[in-house]
């Protein structure tokens, strides 16, 4: 179904005022190096006996040995999945689901970036609604009941799928990536180690860290949904973003950029989770549902892109995050320009390219049918996109390549 300009920004304005009868809850957090000790003492404060741990293959041979070794020496059992893969697919959250039921697990923890956790939540969505089809479930609030208790760990700082209602999958026959968005998937506790993020490559580090400023920047900008709170949390996010995540590509080991990072990602989750996302992943979600495009990597090279190509109705919100990191300007849209620069300019300090050349020119009108279905009417976007403006900027994203 196709939604003009009108009927998207009623649909939002609509969307909003039900969006403020809603509890927005922020999972519990537990934070610092080393706080993944803590992870049998959470599962057993859940009335969890044996945990479906699920992970992707590098973090399943790297970071969850000791872990699982540490949640099977305190009395629990455990059951591993490792091979969540990027942009899981709806086969792998199919599987995942198969084995939770199979081995009586009662829990989640999932253990990884975006990939592991968004494919549990999945699977945690098919068990709590056992007739409902991924695809049904797709939107808004398509689940509305309580999941089985959910502990996220995170190890890369930025797609804060550990505070997020947001679980991303990708159709494994048509390659469509879609979102399920429903506050019954916000897991229960975030564990923050930074300790597990150290060992990321500068490369991950980047483009996660853009990911989660991806986050904050499109949940700021949005013209409805945002709150004082979401706001504060975007603000906040943007702060040690700008502070912190060049320190952290410069040296992993420094455990306080890290750890900064971590919380910046949590911050730019909860923003995004009230407010919304906008046109950057909803084109986004189009590259790494065809080329498999890392997700953070596709956000960094869009998001100054669209910031640009919204002018002027963006310009008060960036001016503002221009003022919170210092950056200078005589006008409001100077502020807002210099913000869009220097957006381009930390891409461009850590290797991450200016376009992508992976679009095929046969893929775009299936791109755009994607993204605007994933956009309109729901995404509270400063300009919403027809089928020629979002052709227009996914060819910028190509050329500039
Ligand atoms: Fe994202």
């Known amino acids: 179904m196709k939604w003009n300009k009108t009927e998207c920004r009623v649909f939002q304005a609509g969307l909003n005022i039900a969006s403020r009868f809603l509890y927005w809850r922020e999972p519990n957090t537990v934070s610092g190096p080393g706080s993944v000790d803590e992870i049998p003492s959470i599962l057993k404060s859940m009335g969890v006996t044996k945990v479906m741990v699920v992970t992707g293959r590098h973090v399943g041979k790297s970071i969850a040995p000791a872990i699982i070794e540490n949640i099977c020496a305190s009395g629990l059992d455990c059951y591993h999945f490792g091979e969540a893969e990027s942009n899981p697919s709806t ?19 999932a253990i ?8 549990a939540k999945g699977a945690a969505a098919l068990i709590t609604r056992p007739k409902k089809t991924l695809n049904q479930m797709a939107g808004l609030f398509g689940v509305l009941k309580k999941i089985p208790p959910f502990v996220a ?17 990708t159709d494994a026959e048509t390659h469509h990536k879609y979102a399920i968005m429903d506050i019954a998937l916000v897991p229960r506790i975030a564990v923050l180690d930074p300790e597990l993020t150290r060992s990321l490559p500068q490369k991950t580090t980047a483009t996660t860290g853009m990911d989660a400023l991806t986050h904050a920047v499109e949940a700021y900008i949005c013209w409805t949904n945002r709150t004082k709170k979401s706001d504060k949390r975007a603000e906040e996010a943007v702060k040690l973003i700008f502070k912190y995540l ?8 420094d455990m306080e950029a890290r750890g900064k990072m971590l919380e910046a990602s949590f911050k730019a989750g909860y923003a995004f989770t009230r407010a919304g996302v906008g046109n950057v992943h909803a ?4 590259l790494g549902g065809l080329y498999g495009t890392p997700h953070g990597l596709a956000n960094a090279v869009i998001l100054p892109i669209v910031l640009e190509d919204y002018g002027a109705a963006a310009y008060p919100r960036l001016a503002k995050l221009a003022d919170l990191v210092g950056i200078k300007g005589d006008s409001v849209e100077d502020k807002a320009k210099a913000f869009i620069a220097e957006v381009y300019a930390m891409n461009e300090r850590m290797g991450i390219p200016k376009g992508l050349d992976v679009i095929k020119d046969e893929d775009i009108p ?5 993204a605007l279905a ?17 052709r227009r900027v996914i060819k910028i994203i190509r050329d500039k390549a």
């Open 246 to 253: 060049e320190k952290a590509y410069q040296d992993g080991n």
């Open 366 to 370: 299936q791109m755009i049918k994607w």
């Open 153 to 169: 760990v995170p190890t890369t700082a930025g797609t804060g799928s550990e505070t997020t209602i947001a679980a991303v999958i």
């Open 283 to 286: 084109i986004a979600h189009t």
């Open 374 to 390: 994933e956009a309109n009417p729901t995404y509270p976007v400063p300009v919403v996109y027809d089928e020629a403006h979002c």
């Open 91 to 109: 086969t792998t959250v199919f599987k995942i689901r198969d084995l939770y039921k199979e081995h009586g697990c009662n829990g989640f923890l």
């Open 112 to 119: 990884g970036g975006g990939s592991p956790m968004d494919a």
